[in-house]
């Protein structure tokens, strides 16, 4: 676990495997087998009980059971991804019935393993789960640093972005300087400011990441 | 069979009056025609009887003569011995009657005096005399005149002539009285004659010698030809032994014999066979013979004609003779034969006089009648108004005929309103004939139903309409039958006929009832397709569901199973100095595991492969026909069902035998849940927005808390397997709803489920 902590580069914090199935049996197993192999494991017996855990903040992926009683897999799923929070699952089932697998995977869920299933099979599919959560977990981090960037830019370079965005054919300096009414030098200036403020490499770097996400 | 009135009366008057006629003239015939035989009858006996008196009154002079001739010489009055004294004697009783040939004696002792007409010129009378005096015979012929005067004489020497060998003379001597000898033909007169004979005794009674007397009897024939007896009749004299004595044609009765002699014609050879005739019965064996000597009436034919006969014999005792009168019948009755033809002719023209008029009388009788009974037939037949005034008629006829035209305008009253009954009808009526079915009459319903015209229905049996295949063995029996409509579609009809009687309770004709069913068959039809796909769903259903149960079931432990095994063979993988067969060991727990998962995976997706095939259809008619599979165990439950159904078509997408189940299950449930109770089930279905709502709900004693509902294996039934309601899940999510249950207000279940409205949604995916 230290290990894994001391390998990770990038401040993500420490991710950890939930389990959730009613079968204690099963529930046991798996939590043994992952922590054995160094994931942090926490198991709960209900949908319910895992919508009531005690550190919701806490990052991580998500081992399913699809046929809970009470609130079922594919309704918890519809919970969870209502919420602001990356929580890849992966589903496993007794039933294994083609069409919940199709709604599981069309939901956003990672996989769906039927019982029985290899250990390193779904060990393979946490990491799986876990690559993908520290990419969001980074990506979200960039977003949040451009978008703070972008922030800090004054009203005119504000507005030289925006006409960038807005007419991506014409960025030349001189074609923004005719728009603006000021000097293509000016323009130049504006944009070299503009680049070394939010830390972005081109001007085309720039303007995808202000279609994709908005001046803010 | 009816009489007719002209032919009765035609027969009544012309023909019984002609019978009539018939038989009087016929009656007086037949009177007047014995009568007329009776009499000629009694002319014919007394002609014998005239004819018999008239030839005893011939003979009889003669008796007379020759026995006085003997008395006289008996009692010496003429000496015997001297022959002048006795021929004088013999020629005075000669003289008294013209029928005597001759007289003459024979004395004993050879002498002979002999007086007889004669027809020589040398005189009237002659007269032979044989005497014999002192052993010396002599013989005299002497000739005399009518006063005895001698006209000449002559001795004749040859003459052998002695009268005690002639047989008169041994007849009379050996009877010693008067004989009459049987006729014969005389030898000198060549005439039909007999000769009587009487003895001349002595004394001591010693014969002295005979008197005989021959008489002609030729004058008999002509006594005979001259009797008339009616117009051919005849009568004619026969001796005993067959000799013809007497016949109105003289010539007849004389034969020649074979000695050159002249003798009797006897009736074999008589050339007149009527005579023959009329004696053929009483002439056998060569002798004529009356029974009891009495007179004998016949009638005989000859040649076809009728003849009248009496045979008759003569009334004395030494003359046998019998006198035979006949005579054609047609003498006497000929007239009224002759006059029976007139008569029929006559009587013949009576009747066909009458007759015409009795036929004219029958017609004027018979042509109001007539004129009735046509106006009757026109009546009945609508082809004319009751109310036209009736010719003129009788009056006894003119009162009936007005009860009958009531009758008939009340029966055609009656025949419309049935016909028009008949025809209106909502239902198919046929009349049929009894045993060939053959169609008789039809009415409009049963045209439709058909599709065919009446004109080609009356040309048809019932039988024909059945369809091919379906003929039955009694075409006309009460019960369903499969017809071929005139446009070869096949509709099912039931079948009810009632025989119609007739007055005397003879079966006329059948009638036939025919309803078409073929709606009602083909709902039984679609009701057992779908109760057969459900008994095959439910056990291809219960097992998936097992198998579906068993297999999360067992894929839990199993799951355990793996995950364990992978864990400790981490942790033996920590351990070197562990023996390695128990990482084997552990790897093959795991490997087996899976591969037990895998088993239960192929054996799933092997059932469920049995998905059912959807199609588009409507929820409305298949919700009725599940109610109509379950009312038979609500109804016997007493609980009663109310559908809710909205009228307007839901369309749904899916398996229609997987949704029938489904409903089905839940209405059952519902009546088991009423544990016997009486009470009530109602089924809804609503239309939400994009899903069609089905509610099942019921007003019994609820769901046992606690019970999780949907989970396999789990049941409040005694004997349930707890599969029921969670097959109606699996098969309600893989159509895309979903299945619930909540408590009813006021006790009770309510099971709802939803199913997307026109198969869109989930059902597609699935």
């Known amino acids: 676990m230290t290990e894994q902590t001391a390998e990770s580069v990038d401040p993500v914090p420490q991710l950890t495997v939930f389990v959730v199935d009613d079968d204690a049996d099963v529930r046991a197993a798996i939590t043994l087998g992952l922590e054995r192999r160094g994931y942090v494991v926490e198991s709960h017996a209900s949908a319910r009980a895992f919508l009531e855990r005690p550190h919701p903040e806490r990052p991580g992926c998500l081992v399913l059971d699809y046929g809970l009683p009470g609130m079922n897999g594919l309704e918890l799923q519809q919970v969870l991804n209502r919420q602001d929070r990356p929580l890849p699952i992966i589903f496993i089932s007794g039933h294994g019935a083609v069409p919940q697998a199709v709604q599981a995977i069309k939901g956003g869920a990672v996989d769906f393993l039927e019982k029985p299933f290899r250990q390193s099979v779904l060990v393979e599919r946490i990491d799986a789960a876990f690559a993908q959560l520290r990419d969001l977990i980074s990506q979200r981090e960039a977003l949040r640093r451009n978008t703070a960037r972008l922030a800090s830019l004054t009203t005119r370079e504000r507005q030289i972005v925006r006409h960038m965005v807005g007419h991506p054919a014409e960025i030349s300096s001189k074609e923004i300087a005719a728009k603006l009414g000021i000097s293509p030098r000016t323009v ?7 680049l070394e403020k939010t830390a972005m490499s081109s001007a085309a770097e720039l303007i995808a990441f202000v279609q994709r996400h908005g001046l803010g | ?92 009783q000669l003289q008294l009657a013209p029928q005597f040939a001759g007289l003459y004696f024979g004395g004993q002792d050879g002498s002979f005096v002999y007086v007889m007409r004669s027809g020589d010129s040398a005189g009237p009378f002659r007269t032979k005399i044989i005497t014999q005096r002192g052993g010396r015979r002599q013989v005299e012929v002497l000739w005399r005149d009518d006063a005895f005067r001698l006209r ?17 003379y041994a007849k009379a001597k050996a009877a010693r009285g008067t004989i009459w000898t049987d006729p014969y033909i005389f030898f000198t007169s060549q005439q039909p004659g007999i000769t009587l004979a009487a003895p001349v005794m002595g004394g001591n009674d010693v014969l002295r010698g005979v008197v005989g007397v021959d008489i002609e009897i030729s004058s008999l024939s002509d006594f005979l030809a001259r009797l008339t007896i009616g117009k051919h009749g005849r009568a004619l004299i026969v001796n005993r032994n067959g000799d013809v004595l007497a ?120 042509r109001p009648v007539r004129a009735f009974a046509v106006r009757s037939a026109l009546i009945s037949q609508g082809e004319m108004d009751p109310d036209t005034p009736p010719p ?66 009356t040309a048809m049996a019932l039988a024909d309409l059945c369809a091919p295949g379906d003929r039955g063995e009694d075409d006309l029996a009460d019960g369903e039958r499969l017809w071929r409509r005139a446009d070869g579609s096949l509709i099912w009809v039931a079948l009810n006929g009632m025989l119609i009687h007739d007055d005397a309770g003879r079966p006329r004709h059948r009638v036939m009832l025919a309803e078409n069913i073929t709606p009602r068959k083909q ?42 095994s992978d864990t400790a063979r981490l942790i033996l993988s920590e351990h070197p100095d562990v023996d390695p067969v128990l990482d084997r060991l552990l790897l093959a727990i795991e490997e087996q595991s899976l591969n037990a998962g895998s088993i239960i995976r192929a054996l799933r997706s092997f059932i469920n492969k049995d998905a059912g095939e959807r199609s588009r259809f409507e929820l409305g008619p298949l919700l009725e026909q599940s109610l109509k599979l379950v009312r038979g165990e609500a109804s016997d439950a007493g609980i009663c069902i109310r559908p809710e159904v909205c009228d307007e078509p839901l369309l ?32 809804r279905v609503t239309a939400g927005a994009g899903a069609l709502t089905v509610t099942v709900e019921d007003d019994g004693p609820g769901v046992t808390p606690g019970l999780t509902l949907f989970s396999q294996f789990e ?38 489920f939803t199913l997307p409205q026109g198969g869109a949604g989930a059902a597609e995916e699935a």
């Open chain 1, 188 to 194: 130049d200036h504006h944009r070299a400011r503009i």
């Open chain 2, 1 to 92: 069979m009816n009489r007719s009135l002209g032919a009765l009366l035609a027969v009544g008057l012309a023909g019984l009056q002609f019978l009539a006629v018939l038989a009087v003239v016929f009656s007086s015939y037949v009177t007047s025609e014995r009568a007329l035989v009776r009499h000629a009858r009694d002319l014919l006996r007394d002609v014998g009887v005239n004819t018999g008196a008239h030839s005893m009154g011939f003979l009889s002079p003669a008796q007379g003569a020759a026995e006085l001739a003997a008395r006289l010489a008996q009692s010496d009055v003429v000496a015997s011995d001297d022959p002048a004294a006795l021929e004088k004697l013999l020629f005075q």
């Open chain 2, 152 to 168: 000449s004489r002559s001795s004749l020497q040859d003459d052998a002539y002695d009268p005690r060998l002639r047989p008169w």
């Open chain 2, 247 to 366: 016949h109105p044609e003289p010539q007849l009765i004389k034969t020649r014999a074979a000695d050159g002699g002249l003798r009797f014609t006897n009736l074999d050879e008589i050339g007149d066979p009527i005579s023959r005739a009329a004696f053929a019965a009483s002439w056998h064996d060569g002798v004529v013979a009356l029974p009891g000597a009495q007179s004998l009436e016949r009638e005989f034919v000859h040649q076809g004609s009728n003849y009248l006969s009496v045979l008759q014999p003569l009334d004395s005792d030494q003359l046998p003779w019998i006198i035979g009168v006949y005579a054609p019948e047609n003498d006497f009755i000929g007239d009224l034969k002759r006059n029976r033809t007139v008569n029929i002719v006559l009587a013949a023209l009576v009747s066909l006089l009458t007759g015409l008029l009795g036929l004219a009388l029958a017609e004027y009788i018979h």
């Open chain 2, 392 to 457: 003129r008629t009788y009056r006894e006829l003119a009162r009936a005929n007005d009860a009958l035209v009531r009758e008939i305008v009340a029966r055609r009253q009656t025949e419309l309103e049935y016909g028009q009954a008949l025809d209106n009808s909502p239902t198919a009526i046929a009349r049929v004939a009894l045993e060939s079915g053959a169609i008789e009459r039809v009415n409009r319903q049963f045209c439709l139903l058909t599709g065919h015209d009446r004109d080609s229905l």
């Open chain 2, 523 to 564: 709902m039984e039809a679609e009701l057992d397709r779908l109760r057969s796909d459900l008994s095959h769903l439910v056990r291809v259903s219960t097992m998936g569901e097992m198998a579906a149960g068993l297999a999360h079931e067992l894929n839990q432990p199993l799951a355990a199973i793996a995950q364990n």
């Open chain 2, 652 to 683: 749904v997408e899916g398996n229609r035998v997987q949704i029938a189940q489904v409903v089905l299950n839940l209405l059952r449930n519902a009546v088991e849940a009423m544990a016997g109770r009486p009470g009530r089930i109602w089924l």
């Open chain 2, 715 to 752: 049941t409040s039934k005694p004997g349930g397997m707890g599969l029921g309601l969670s097959i109606c899940q699996s098969i309600v999510e893989a159509h895309g709803g979903r299945i619930w249950h909540e408590p009813r207000p006021g006790g009770g279940s309510r099971f709802h």
